[in-house]
């Protein structure tokens, strides 16, 4: 039971294009959103984070959107750089539910 | 700041034998996970404590694995007997309130069952 969904596992971008990863989840109760990015050997960092109440939340590159009638979120970097190559999980919580991760998307940037 | 700390990183065991993990969260964090992540896969919940006590164990495979939290600070998680299957990265979390809030991670434990 796939509750958040990530369905692309990779992504390549040039350096100081635009990267967006998108997120689906189905739980209607999820009132919290958290994106975590991940180097290889090392554990998620968190990135950047939106409550339901909002549609957008921007930290410098970085920018969470929020669309809960469609149940989606998605990241945007922008620009992207070399060092913004990482696995980026998206997960959910909220509504009692401990927070699920989705599966990960795996971001190339090229230089 | 410290953050959460791991040990070992990694473990390559038999199948059928047993293994324990240690976390050391950061400090004044009162939430502690630990995570199971299988390759291609997120992070899943095995446990939950809210200072010393468990707050979610449902996904936790309590024939085979234990988790304790002494004194509300470190924690061991053990697997006993290990499975194929049960290979793994492992990763601690901490945070300072259970809900709505991110999460700080370890670098996990990668375990290996042969």
């Known amino acids: 039971d796939q509750q958040v969904k990530q369905n692309s596992p990779s992504l390549s971008v040039q350096e100081g294009r635009i990267s967006i990863l998108n997120c689906d989840y189905t739980n209607s109760m999820f009132d919290y959103f958290l994106w975590y990015k991940k180097y290889p050997a090392e554990g998620p960092t968190f990135l950047i984070s939106i409550s339901s109440i909002k549609d957008k939340n921007e930290d410098g590159r970085f920018t969470v959107f929020l669309n809960k009638s469609a149940k989606h979120l998605s990241l945007h970097i922008v620009p992207s750089q070399p060092g913004d190559s990482a696995v980026y999980f998206c997960a959910a919580a909220g509504g009692g539910f401990k927070t699920i991760f989705g599966a990960g998307t795996r971001l190339f940037v090229k230089a | 700041e410290a953050g959460v700390a791991q040990s070992p990183r990694y473990k390559i065991i038999e199948k059928r034998q047993s293994v324990a993990f240690w976390c050391n969260p950061i400090s004044g964090h009162a939430t502690l996970y630990w995570y199971q992540q299988i390759l291609g896969q997120g992070p899943k919940l095995l446990i939950q404590f809210q200072n010393n006590g468990v707050v979610d164990d449902s996904q936790l495979p309590k024939d085979r694995f234990s988790a304790e939290r002494l004194k509300g600070v470190d924690s061991t998680l053990k697997i006993q007997p290990a499975k194929l299957e049960d290979s793994a990265v492992y990763l601690c979390?901490?945070?300072?309130?259970?809900?709505?809030?991110?999460?700080?991670f370890g670098q996990g434990t990668r375990l290996t069952v042969v």
């Open positions: 979390a901490s945070s300072l309130v259970p809900l709505n809030t991110e999460a700080f």
